[in-house]
């Protein structure tokens, strides 16, 4: 095993620990206590399509497929059931 201190000798990023100020070479704008910059009408009117075809598509499919959600074949009636399709012994079986 390596000691802890030969570790951080190895890997120079375990030693510089962790930042809260700007990257020094670029990554993007930091919003650490700022808000971040606000999306552009176009990405929000994308975000807007992609959700109202994705509402569509699962109200579709409920619409259109309800087997999806109550089952394909219908339940059956338990009460119609033998005893011996339920594994009951028979009441003369000891």
């Known amino acids: 095993m390596f000691p802890a201190r030969s570790l951080i000798r190895v890997v120079p990023a375990l030693s510089r620990g962790i930042a809260t100020s700007l990257p020094k070479h670029g990554g ?3 919003a650490y206590r700022a808000s971040p910059a ?3 009408k176009f990405t929000l009117f994308k ?6 075809v994705m509402w569509w598509w699962i109200l579709y499919h409920l ?5 999806h959600i109550t089952g394909e074949f219908p339940y059956p009636d338990p ?4 005893n011996e399709e339920l594994g009951i012994p028979a009441d003369d079986e000891d």
């Open 47 to 52: 975000a807007e399509m992609v959700g109202a």
């Open 38 to 40: 606000k999306a552009s």
């Open 63 to 67: 619409m259109t497929e309800p087997e």
């Open 79 to 82: 009460s119609k059931w033998s």
């Open 28 to 30: 993007g704008a930091w």
